[in-house]
T-cell receptor
Framework: DSGVTQTPKHLITATGQRVTLRCSPRSGDLSVYWYQQSLDQGLQFLIQYYNGEERAKGNILERFSAQQFPDLHSELNLSSLELGDSALYFC??????????FGNGTRLTVT | AQSVTQLGSHVSVSEGALVLLRCNYSSSVPPYLFWYVQYPNQGLQLLLKYTSAATLVKGINGFEAEFKKSETSFHLTKPSAHMSDAAEYFCAVSEANDYKLSFGAGTTVTVRA
């Protein structure tokens, strides 16, 4: 058990909709990372937060946004969903270096 | 920008045989290099990392990797495969102290009894 909790495990929604994915980092970790894993694009880094502040941005679309709250949990918001957004979204956490502890992911299916 | 190429999307080995997974990187600055493992229906787990100290890095579960600057490689090895090693393995690179990892496409390892 990595100690990282992601909810929900599965999400099925329609094109054009908006969803929120939630991540609770491992206890004591200050950094949260979001990744997208899909068959065609592989693992893509989306964004990193450290202690509530955005630290690094990767290949995150403008339709996507994230935040980290004072209790250190994080949410990834995906809006105006397209079929191509169907993927596994991982959250990872660490004290501050490389992502160490990964959750089991949220599988998003856009129909 | 940095990137990694994993040679071979699938590797099949016999139990007890050597496991060798190949990774070549491209980076304009000194890189940090990582190997992660992903078991079915789980998130990734860090196996080992290179951060400019010793070029031979030992990780968990008996895995090790050697950083070879002249070959821009960071291949992962394990002397004797175990059935529990069946998983997908990802090589990743980042610039030093910048943990925006770029992942390879992954190599799936199957272990034959």
């Amino acid at each position: 058990d990595s100690g990282v909790t992601q909810t929900p495990k599965h999400l099925i929604t329609a094109t054009g909709q908006r969803v929120t994915l939630r991540c609770s980092p491992r206890s004591g970790d200050l950094s949260v990372y979001w990744y997208q894993q899909s068959l065609d694009q592989g693992l893509q880094f989306l964004i990193q937060y450290y202690n509530g502040e955005e630290r690094a941005k990767g290949n995150i679309l403008e339709r996507f946004s994230a935040q980290q709250f004072p209790d250190l949990h994080s949410e990834l918001n995906l809006s105006s969903l397209e079929l191509g957004d169907s993927a596994l979204y991982f959250c990872a956490s660490s004290l501050g270096g490389e992502p160490l502890h990964f959750g089991n992911g949220t599988r998003l299916t856009v129909t | 920008a940095q990137s990694v190429t994993q040679l071979g999307s699938h590797v099949s080995v016999s139990e007890g045989a050597l496991v060798l997974l190949r990774c070549n990187y491209s980076s304009s600055v000194p890189p940090y290099l990582f190997w992660y493992v992903q078991y079915p229906n789980q998130g990734l787990q860090l196996l080992l990392k290179y951060t400019s100290a010793a070029t031979l890095v030992k990780g968990i579960n008996g895995f090790e990797a050697e950083f070879k600057k002249s070959e821009t490689s960071f291949h992962l090895t394990k002397p004797s495969a175990h059935m529990s090693d069946a998983a997908e393995y990802f090589c990743a690179v980042s610039e030093a102290n910048d943990y925006k990892l770029s992942f390879g496409a992954g190599t799936t390892v199957t272990v034959r009894a």
